[in-house]
């Protein structure tokens, strides 16, 4: 059998074992161990998975996954995750739609603490929807509004996904995070325009507040002084090249850490629930990342992608018409695979395809992430509409997907001028010169 | 979660966690050491063994808590003796993989045994860092053919 047919065999495989739910690090590393004994032979196969789970684990750059995660779950400890919406809701508040600002403004913060998709929507989730159903704004803006701007924590650093495609795809992981502001922060800004829009259309769903005093504004921006100070210290040390993201992930951790101290949150409890949380998920995204370089080293040896390469080089698309391919490619494909899936099942097959077009792999991260945040907001996977229907169990699945929608035609068209303009993701990183 | 799997839980997350605190403060100090001009010689070298015990107490918490990331577009809509069947398709494959890696860590280790390695600033050894990987290695596979037996008998 020649390599390119091993290598299309191996990516069908891994795509069935997927579908059967087999867990993904285990399915990519199975698949990678078996395609790499067919084409290498057994030994060198055993071997150069065992080298590359040694050189995964002693990684440097991997301590950097794990000491954000722990940075978020002390500042939830310390009870910090909700203190940017409640600031959002005191200065927005007043305004039409102004709660559902402070959603998004919300999202956008705590994203900036933490970085996964899930935990943002339903940590927002559990504050604004309620707060905004008690005051009368629609479910639909309600829930759509937060199972949107929950992928915001995908993408405002520090990101999670970034971290794995910066590992993965052998990426500069502050590079990734400089390139993901501008674009983190243009995507929260379609969500205020989309706000805008809905409410200008229609009044009813989302009436006005009384407007909160300065005293309470006040009130609530010293509470969330610390934690955005750390924010600001962690993420703009890293984007400025002031510290190493793995540096910066062990500052941030430590200021939570002390934040918790401080705000007397510290406890042997809290402590050990933090670090059982962290390190669950830190194994499972091991685990994935494990496999995936493993999956990757056999898509490499099998010559699939180059094959694929010449095919799309044949069609004459150009760079641009060739991602927007790609992008509905993994729109459907996003369809059926979750987005960590699609990430490092597509990563080792498109990375090549990309270098060959020109494009920066540092872009290709950012659209990657981008196309896969889409995936948490569209049905059937959209993992943020199910965190935000158990957030409010009572509003029916199809309302939450009504109240998505305008945001997932404001993502499409995001996802669109990324691809367009790389200048929105590369602009900051050749401003500074890196 | 009976009593002897929670203590063993326990000592784990204190275990691993430790090794990721201990990964915290050696990163931090190196970094104000740095802004001091007062260099903290070898820090990515403990972050990195610390990284790798964090790392291998991760794995097998992921593993004991059932909590490895999978697709459930299918599998949460098929009948339940499908489902039980994907099960112990899943615990085979993750047996297989297990086997293949301690094979090939094991296989490395023995072959490095005498080999002298050792980090390039601190000289810390990587007998133990491999010995770890192995032993995780070994407790995943365990895991996984008590898991399989498990369901083989349901």
Partial sequence: ?434 | MDVHMKRLRDLLVWVAGGALLVAMVVDTSAMLGRQLHLPLLGAIEIVQAAVLFGSAGALLLAALEHSHARVHLLLDRLPGSWQSWLTRLHAVCALTLYLGLLGGSAWIAADLWNGQEHSELLHLPYRPLRLAVVFTLLMLLGHAALRLKKKART
């Fill in chain 1, 1 to 434: 059998m020649s390599g390119t047919a091993t290598g299309s065999l191996g990516v069908l495989s891994l795509l069935l074992l997927l579908l059967a739910g087999t867990p993904i690090g285990v399915a990519l590393g199975l698949v990678g161990l078996v395609g790499l004994t067919l084409t290498l032979g057994l030994e060198p196969a055993l071997i150069k998975s065992a080298v590359l789970m040694f050189e995964t684990m002693t990684r440097y750059e991997l301590g950097t996954l794990p000491l954000f995660i722990l940075m978020a779950h002390l500042c939830f400890a310390a009870d910090a995750s909700r203190d940017f919406f409640n600031v959002a809701a005191r200065f927005l508040g007043h305004r039409r739609g102004g709660l559902a600002y402070a959603s998004v403004a919300g999202c956008a913060g705590f994203g900036a603490i933490n970085g996964s998709s899930l935990a943002t929507t339903a940590t927002i989730g559990l504050v604004a929807v309620p707060e905004m159903r008690s005051r009368g704004y629609s479910d639909a803006l309600a829930t759509g509004s937060v199972a949107a701007g929950g992928t915001l924590g995908q993408m405002i650093p520090p990101s999670g996904a970034l971290i794995v495609y910066g590992i993965v795809a052998e990426q500069s992981i502050g590079s990734l995070f400089a390139a993901a502001l501008v674009p983190g922060i243009t995507q929260m800004l379609s969500y205020l325009l989309v706000i805008a829009l809905l409410v200008v259309w229609k009044p009813g769903i989302a009436p006005s507040l009384p407007r909160a005093s300065w005293p309470e504004r006040m009130a609530a921006l010293r509470r969330m002084l610390d934690i955005g100070l750390l924010v600001l210290v962690v993420t703009g040390g890293i984007v400025l090249g002031w510290v190493t993201p793995s540096e910066g992930a062990a500052v941030g951790a430590a200021g939570a850490f002390l934040i918790c101290l401080f705000r007397r949150r510290l406890t042997l409890a809290t402590l050990h629930r933090a670090l059982a949380e962290t390190l669950k998920t830190s194994g499972l995204i091991y685990l994935v990342i494990i496999g995936a370089l493993v999956f990757a080293a056999f898509i490499s040896v099998t010559g699939v992608t180059e094959s694929i390469s010449q095919g799309i080089a044949g069609l004459g698309l150009g760079p641009v018409g060739t991602m927007l391919l790609v992008a509905l490619f993994l729109l459907l494909v996003g369809s059926v695979l979750d987005g960590l899936a699609l990430m490092l099942l597509t990563t080792p097959i498109l990375l090549p395809v990309v270098a060959d077009l020109g494009l920066s792999p540092i872009w290709f991260g950012i659209f990657l992430v981008r196309a896969m945040e889409i995936g948490f907001v569209h049905p059937p996977i959209g993992m943020n509409l199910y965190v935000i229907q158990g957030v409010a169990p009572d509003v029916p699945l199809s309302r939450v997907f009504k109240g998505v929608l305008p945001f997932l035609v404001a993502d499409l068209m995001h996802l669109v001028l990324l691809v367009v303009f790389p200048v929105i993701a590369m602009g900051l990183l050749q401003w500074m010169g890196k």
